[in-house]
């Protein structure tokens, strides 16, 4: 378990630099609140999961994202036997190399450290990891370089099984936000310790609750009477009818859109890639035909991490592009961590999806921390559909983000990009374009509402905010930004705030930097572990 001194350490250490060896070693605690300091409102000193200001607003526990709900170091030493690449016969001096590192990879199917030393290893294919337990582990991001030539869907892809289709049992009581337990007819199908899913049809009820007509229920890319999963969970409890999971609940799952509780097996766990740093920059024509490319990415997987993991500069591509398209994705997962890492210069920042340096789709609880992003369509993203909530991105920096869209240019702001990402955090972060959370709409595919009940703490950058969060949503504790949260005549002329009512709240513009705590995950953390012992 993590230490409450670690957790202190850790609320001081600044972002990583993406031309060190490493990540930025935590420096010692920040010294104690002064008397010009403030706390949110929302946020007394006494704050619990439970506390509701007269309004009815309120902060999620957001201290749940992350490798084993960050309740744990991420591990050094490594279960299962180490290979080397080597000894498959890889060399730096080969311009295939596909083939080696997958037989490595194949070798540890059972788990283990696959080793990759000092070199530049060039690919023309992609490396996918099947398997739990498997490690891919560099001598160094400086050192340890992999250049994929040719573009892919992604060139390293950790992939575990496809959902199962269990038939699962409906909720018989709706599921109520912020509480674990839910409440089911048979839960005799169920374990502690399984791996779970609630779902729930997009009912037109629940599009015309959330104002969603014509966009919804739409093509391209209607939902109407699809069935999507919101929230992935782990039991940990059984007593009669009443299951108790792991995470809480993030909104409701109501019975009128028939809220099921499914088994959900095949996620890859205890998986990892660090130490090394990747290329995939291509042809400038090949990088715009495919702006769904990843250097690395992470589909079904649980309790899996990415650290000091970096994009670089191949000596073959002389424009200085690091990356086609995409850098870091993770989708259909839970407790994800992304650390240390640093992902730069896409060729392809078009429409379409391209240029997105850390990615979380569908997924929860997963934990970006301490990840650098620079010359990208948009730095730090939630996308994809409907499923996406408990993401945290904490102390991270994007930098000279630009998105080129047909014919003209934009700040390439982090934000939630697609269907009602709901309670995700961006704490301590900095982003030089700005963020975003707002009704897209019609756009990508009829988005709509992007988000609702999403923290901005203590967020920092130069350019707009914009927070219009379907039902509430939070800015608390701002430095340099413009924070919008009623639409200025850009965001009024897009209708950016169409059916989101009430206006998000609104609180500490420009006194970012004295707020208290300075991280509201690792003070929700803290209080939840010292709670736990």
Known sequence: ?????????????????????????????????????????????????????????????????????????????????????????????????????QAAIDAVAAGGVVTIPDGTWRFTGRLRVASSGVLLRGAGRDTTRLYFTTTAAENIAFEGAPADPDPGVALIEDGLARQHAVVVADPSGFAVGDDVRIDWTITQAFIDA????????????????????????????????????????????????????????????????????????????????????????????????????????????????????????????????????????????????????????????????DDLVEDVRHGFIQNWDFGASGIVWLRCTAVDDVASNSGFATPGRSELHHRLAMANLFDSTRDTAGFAAYNRGSESSNAGHAGTETVFWNVSGEGRLSSYQAGRGYVIGTTGLEPL????????????????????????????????????FTDQLARRLESSD
């Open 210 to 369: 959330h104002a969603m007509q014509g966009i919804w229920d739409a093509d391209p890319n209607s939902a109407l009477d699809l069935r999507k999963t919101f929230f992935r969970r782990e039991i940990v409890a059984i007593d009669g009818d009443l299951i108790t999971l792991d995470v809480p609940l993030r909104y409701p799952a109501l019975l009128r859109d028939g809220a099921t509780l499914r088994r959900d097996p095949g996620a890859l766990e205890a998986c990892g890639i660090e130490h090394l740093s990747i290329a995939n920059a291509a042809d400038p024509a090949a990088a715009l035909a495919n702006p769904r490319s990843h250097a690395v990415s992470f589909t079904r997987v649980k309790d899996c991490f990415v650290r000091d993991v970096a994009s670089f500069d191949p000596d073959e591509e002389p424009s200085g592009a690091h990356l086609a398209s995409g850098g870091i994705a993770v989708v259909e997962s839970k407790r994800v961590t992304v650390t240390g890492s640093a992902m730069a210069h896409a060729q392809n920042r078009g429409d379409g999806g391209a240029g997105y340096g850390f990615e979380a789709s569908m997924s929860n609880e997963v934990l970006f921390v």
């Open 485 to 520: 949260v009623v639409p200025d005549l850009i965001d009024a002329a897009l209708q950016a705030d169409a059916g989101t009512a009430p206006v998000d709240w609104l609180e500490g513009v420009d006194e970012g930097e004295s707020l208290v705590p300075s991280s509201l």
């Open 1 to 101: 378990m993590q230490t409450l001194a670690w957790i202190a350490a850790c609320s001081a250490q600044p972002p990583a630099d993406p031309t060190s060896a490493g990540p930025t070693p935590v420096e010692p605690p920040a010294p104690e609140p002064s008397a010009t300091t403030w706390r949110s409102a929302l946020y007394p000193e006494d704050w619990t999961p439970a506390f509701t200001a007269d309004e009815g607003s309120f902060l999620h526990d957001f201290s749940y994202a992350g490798y084993h709900r960050s309740e744990r170091d991420l591990p050094d030493a490594w279960p299962g036997p180490e290979v080397a690449v080597t000894a498959y016969g890889a060399s730096d001096l080969a311009d295939d190399n596909t083939a080696a590192f």
